[in-house]
Each structure stands twice: as C-alpha cells, then as structure tokens.
C-alpha cells in the first residue's frame, strides 16, 4: 500500500540542473528517513543521499556540493536538487522510505531516468 512516485528525470546537457521528486503515500506510521539511490546500465545501485525527518542530511562522495536533498514532511514529499551536472550522473534515479516503527523494512520508488548527455 505505501507507494513512493518518483518524477523528474529528463535529458540534460553537461553542467545542468534538475530538480527531482518524491510523493510517499499510503504510509502509517509516518516516514522516518528518506533517500536517494540511483543504478547506471550495467553498475550497481549505488547510495546518493539521505534525509531524516528532521532534516539531518548526508550525501555520497560523488554527489557532495553538487547535489541537495530536501523534504517537506506536511507534503510528504522529498526532492534532490542536482547541480552541475555530470556524464557519470546518468542513471535511474530511485526514492527510497522507511517508516517510524517499521524500518527495516525498504519503500522503493519505481524510478526515473536522468540522462547526462551533449
């Protein structure tokens, strides 16, 4: 029933920006952490950032200073905010959500494509 809808991704030059986005629904009890994750073609998914409820963040090697994570917990909603975009950036862009009272569970998102490319 909890479902997470990703949207976003789109086709980017090198050295752009893209802002995306994260809708939970159905969840109870509320979300607790929330992340982003992404997969390029033939890599492992890969860890790129996480925020708590209260809005404590960390963020990949790879990503820091170029990319920011940010929810709205009344919306319950989280967005990346990705800068300076890179080549290496592309990939499936994947939401991931765990619940108070429940986290070991994973809430995955179905995912949504950036492209990195001239």
């Known amino acids: 029933q909890v479902q997470l809808a990703e949207s976003g991704g789109v086709l980017v030059q090198p050295g752009g920006a893209l802002i995306l986005s994260c809708v939970g629904s159905?969840?109870?009890?509320?979300?607790?952490?929330m992340g982003w994750y992404r997969q390029a073609r033939g890599k492992q998914r890969e860890w790129v950032a996480t925020i708590t409820r209260l809005g404590n963040t960390n963020y990949a090697d790879s990503v820091k200073g170029r990319f920011t994570i940010y929810r709205d917990n009344v919306e319950n909603t989280a967005y990346l905010q990705m800068n300076s975009l890179k080549p290496e950036d592309t990939a499936v862009y994947y939401c991931k959500a765990n619940l108070l009272l429940k986290s070991i569970i994973d809430y995955w998102g179905q995912g949504t494509q950036v492209t990195v490319s001239s």
């Open positions: 159905g969840h109870n009890p509320p979300i607790s952490v």
